[in-house]
């Protein structure tokens, strides 16, 4: 992973959380899309595939949010 983390030029925490989908430890959307795209062309992944998979996840995790917060209170 550190190998990777200098290749990306990023710290191995970053590259921990992109590759457990914790995307909740990256620096912000932007940043995590730009590490995404770079750890894909390093391992010669396509980047849009990689892109849209990132966004079905981020959306179902909206989604999830969404549907706790909306609920009704206890009595």
């Known amino acids: ?3 990777v983390a200098d290749t990306l030029h990023i ?3 970053y ?3 992109l ?5 909740d430890k990256l620096p912000g ?3 995590a899309k730009g590490y995404m ?7 010669a992944l396509d980047q849009a595939e ?4 990132y966004a079905e996840v981020r959306a ?9 917060a909306g609920g009704a209170a206890p009595p």
Do not use: C, P
Not at 19 to 23: A, C, G, N, P, V
Not at 50 to 53: E, F, I, M, N
């Open 37 to 43: 795209k770079r750890y894909a062309e390093t391992l």
């Open 19 to 23: 590759e457990h989908d914790q995307y």
């Open 29 to 31: 959307e932007i940043f």
């Open 50 to 53: 990689v892109l849209a998979a």
């Open 15 to 17: 590259v921990n959380a």
């Open 11 to 13: 710290t191995v925490h």
């Open 1 to 3: 992973k550190k190998e």
């Open 60 to 68: 179902s995790d909206t989604e999830s949010a969404s549907a706790g």
